[in-house]
C-alpha cells in the first residue's frame, strides 16, 4: 500500500479545489498524460483520481494535495524527456474510504475508469471520467448519518428585488424540494429553512456572493466552501427546460412551480449541477415537492436550540467530527424532543420523524390525520408489535435505489431489497387491520395502499444471486449455480 490513514484535517475557512491543469510540454507528451491532461482539463476543480491497474494515481498539485490530505506518501515519476511529475496513489479497493475523507474536508473527486479491458485495448487503454463526487453527492452509506439527510442546496437570487428560491435534494434518497421566498418576511423564512437544513453542499448563483445579508446566512450554515454555478443554468426558462426534461412532463404545474420563477431557478440549476456531476444518474430522482400554502411552521435556529428539538442546549454548538443532517452522539441525541420520540426502527423512518420535528403542521386536518393513525396503533398493541417486527426487516430502501441508479449497488444490496420487499405483505395487511379494509385509519390505509411488495422482483432477485455473494461484484461467486 502507498499510504496509511491519514491523521491531519482541513483548516475550517479554506477553500479546498482541485489542482491547476498542467500545462502540457513536449517533456509531458506522452499518450497516457495526453490523456490524463484532456480528462483533467474538463474537471479542472476536482482532484483526478486516475486508474492504472490496481491503483488510482494522482499527478501534479493534485498529487501533492492528496499526499498533505490523506497523510499518504509522495512520490514521482519520470516521463519521456525525462522531467519527474509528482504522483500518489491509492489502492483501488479501498479508495472510497479515502475519496469520503477528502470529500468530507469539501474537494470535489473525479473518478476514472478504465473502460475497456486492458489485454484487448490497442495501444492506450481508454479511460473516462464515470463519476464526480463531491459533499453532496456521496452515496458510501458509512460516510452518510443512518438517520439524517445529506442535503445540497441551492440559491436563486433576483439582485433586484431581492427575492429568493432556494431548492435542496437528499442524492441519497432522492427527496427534493423547492421553494420562494420575497421580501423582508421571506428573507427570514429562508434564514430558519436554510439553517435547518445543515447543507453539506451548496451551489448558487453568483449574485450570491455579491449579497452579505444572503452569502452571511449561506455561510454561517456551510460546512463547507460556497461553489458558484454558471448564470445560464439559473434563467427561468433554461431551468424549466431542464426540469420538464429531467421529469419527462410537458408542465411544471403539478409541482407547484408554476408562476414561480426562483423556485423554478434554483431547481433546475441543482438537476443541471447533479447531471455534471454524476453523468445523468439521476432516474431515482421523481418528483419535487414544494410547501405551495404554508402548511409547516418555519422555526429559526434560535427557536430550535431554545426548544431542544434535535439539540441539547448546552452542546454549543454541532458535534466535532458530526456528519450533515444532523447526526450526533447518542448520548447527546437523548437529551432532545428527538431523542425521546425517536423509537423509529428504520432508517428512513427516523429520518421522516426528524423532519416532522423540524416542520411542524399548522393545518388542522393533516394534524388530525396523524393524530387518528397514532391514536389506531396505540390502540392495537399486538398489530403495532408486529409492525414494528416486520419493519426490523426492512433496509434503507431509498438509499439502495440510489445506490443502484447510480451503479454502485452490489449483490448484498439486491439481497438486501429483496428481504426488505418480503415484509410488505405483512406490513400491508398490519396497516389495513385484523377486519381488512376499511377497518384502519385514513391515513394507515392510504399508506397500505401504496406498498408493492413487487413479489415478480423477489423471485428474480432469489433465483439469479447466490444466498452468501461476496462485496465486490468483481470478485465472483455472484450467480447461483444452475
Given at each position: 500500500m502507498r499510504g496509511g490513514p491519514g491523521r491531519r484535517r482541513a483548516e475550517r475557512g479554506t477553500r479546498p479545489c482541485g489542482g491547476k491543469v498542467p500545462v502540457l510540454t513536449d517533456s509531458l507528451s506522452?499518450?497516457?498524460?495526453?490523456?490524463?491532461?484532456?480528462l483533467k482539463a474538463v474537471h479542472p476543480d476536482a482532484l483526478l483520481f486516475f486508474r492504472l491497474g490496481d491503483f488510482y494515481e494522482m499527478f501534479f498539485e493534485d498529487a501533492e494535495v492528496g499526499a498533505r490530505e490523506l497523510d499518504?506518501?509522495?512520490?514521482?515519476?519520470?516521463?519521456?524527456?525525462?522531467?519527474?511529475?509528482?504522483?500518489?496513489g491509492v489502492p483501488h479497493h479501498s479508495a472510497e474510504g479515502y475519496i469520503a475523507r477528502l470529500v468530507e474536508k469539501g474537494y470535489k473527486v473525479a473518478v476514472c475508469e478504465q473502460v475497456e479491458d486492458p489485454r484487448k485495448a490497442k495501444g492506450l487503454v481508454r479511460r473516462e471520467v464515470v463519476r464526480v463526487v463531491t459533499p453532496g453527492t456521496v452515496l458510501d452509506p458509512t460516510s452518510l448519518p443512518e438517520k439524517g439527510n445529506n442535503y445540497i442546496a441551492c440559491v436563486a437570487l433576483d439582485p433586484k428585488t431581492g427575492s429568493l428560491g432556494l431548492a435542496w435534494l437528499d442524492y441519497s434518497t432522492g427527496e427534493f424540494r423547492a421553494e420562494d421566498f420575497s421580501g423582508e418576511a421571506g428573507r427570514a423564512r429562508f434564514a430558519a429553512e436554510f439553517s435547518c437544513l445543515e447543507p453539506a453542499e451548496v451551489v448558487a448563483q453568483p449574485a450570491v456572493g455579491e449579497d452579505p445579508e444572503v452569502s452571511g446566512i449561506v455561510a454561517a450554515s456551510l460546512r463547507t466552501p460556497l461553489r458558484t454555478y454558471r448564470e445560464?443554468?439559473?434563467?427561468?426558462?433554461?431551468?424549466?427546460?431542464?426540469?420538464?426534461e429531467h421529469f419527462g412532463t410537458a408542465s411544471l404545474e403539478p409541482y407547484g412551480l408554476a408562476g414561480r420563477p426562483l423556485a423554478t431557478a434554483a431547481a433546475g440549476a441543482l438537476i443541471a449541477y447533479l447531471r455534471d456531476c454524476q453523468v445523468g444518474s439521476l432516474g431515482h430522482i421523481r418528483?419535487?415537492?414544494?410547501?405551495?400554502?404554508?402548511r409547516t411552521m418555519a422555526l429559526d435556529a434560535a427557536t430550535r436550540r431554545n426548544l431542544e428539538l434535535v439539540e441539547p442546549l448546552r452542546s454549543g454548538g454541532p458535534e466535532a467530527g458530526a456528519t450533515p443532517g444532523g447526526a450526533s452522539g447518542p448520548r447527546r441525541r437523548r437529551a432532545t424532543l428527538l431523542g425521546v420520540l425517536d423509537h423509529t426502527v428504520t432508517a428512513a423512518g427516523g429520518r421522516t420523524l426528524r423532519s416532522w420535528v423540524l416542520h411542524p403542521l399548522t393545518e388542522l386536518d393533516p394534524i388530525r390525520s396523524r393524530q387518528e393513525a397514532v391514536a389506531r396503533l396505540v390502540e392495537r398493541e399486538l398489530v403495532r408489535e408486529e409492525l414494528r417486527t416486520e419493519l426490523r426487516r426492512v433496509h434503507d430502501l431509498e438509499r439502495l435505489v440510489a445506490r443502484a441508479e447510480a451503479g454502485s449497488a452490489g449483490a448484498r444490496d439486491l439481497l438486501a431489497l429483496a428481504e426488505s420487499l418480503r415484509a410488505v405483505p405483512a406490513l400491508r395487511a398490519g396497516l389495513e387491520g385484523p377486519e381488512g379494509a376499511g377497518a384502519s385509519a385514513a391515513l394507515l390505509m392510504e399508506l397500505a395502499r401504496r406498498l408493492d411488495p413487487v413479489p415478480e422482483l423477489v423471485a428474480l432477485i432469489e433465483r439469479a444471486l447466490d444466498d452468501d455473494p461476496p462485496a465486490?461484484?468483481?470478485d465472483g461467486g455472484l450467480i447461483r449455480p444452475g
Open positions: 506522452t499518450p497516457m498524460m495526453k490523456q490524463y491532461h484532456r499518504i506518501t509522495l512520490t514521482s515519476r519520470t516521463t519521456g524527456g525525462g522531467r519527474r511529475v509528482p504522483m500518489c445560464q443554468a439559473f434563467r427561468p426558462a433554461e431551468a424549466a427546460r431542464t426540469l420538464l418528483t419535487l415537492r414544494t410547501d405551495t400554502g404554508g465486490g461484484l468483481k
